[in-house]
């Protein structure tokens, strides 16, 4: 099975920024791709942003764009999910998850994917 895990949550005022990392000793993320999930109490798991594999090709839901920034670093094998510009909405548990590409389905949906991390909490309080 699959293991992703996700590090870098935690509380901050709106405004502050964070960066999440999503990791695994059991395969190369690069030969994925990697999406950002966050789920707040009573709503729906809904994509924040992905990244492609080999092209590095990136996207973002509009509610985030601009003020977030995912990247990978190969050399660590992990991806990064930079959170600048933080708003109280943000607050949720963010989740990470891999894919493969020409998985069938769009990439902002939990379905298209079939492995993920345990989540981290982002708290950001007005």
């Known amino acids: 099975e699959v293991q992703l895990v996700e590090s870098g949550g935690g509380l901050v005022q709106a405004g502050g920024s964070l960066r999440l990392s999503c990791a695994t000793s059991?395969?190369?993320?690069?030969?994925?791709?990697i999406g950002w999930f966050r789920q707040a109490p009573g709503k729906e798991r809904e994509g924040v942003s992905y990244i492609s594999s080999g092209d590095r090709t990136t996207a973002y839901a509009d509610s985030v764009k601009g003020r977030f920034t995912i990247s990978r670093d190969n050399a660590k094998n992990t991806v990064y999910l930079q959170m600048n510009s933080l708003k109280p909405e943000d607050t949720a548990v963010y989740y990470c998850a891999a894919t493969f590409l020409g998985a069938l389905g769009s990439y902002y949906s939990p379905k298209t994917y079939p492995h993920w991390g345990q989540g981290t909490q982002v708290t950001v309080s007005s």
């Open positions: 059991r395969f190369t993320l690069d030969d994925y791709i």
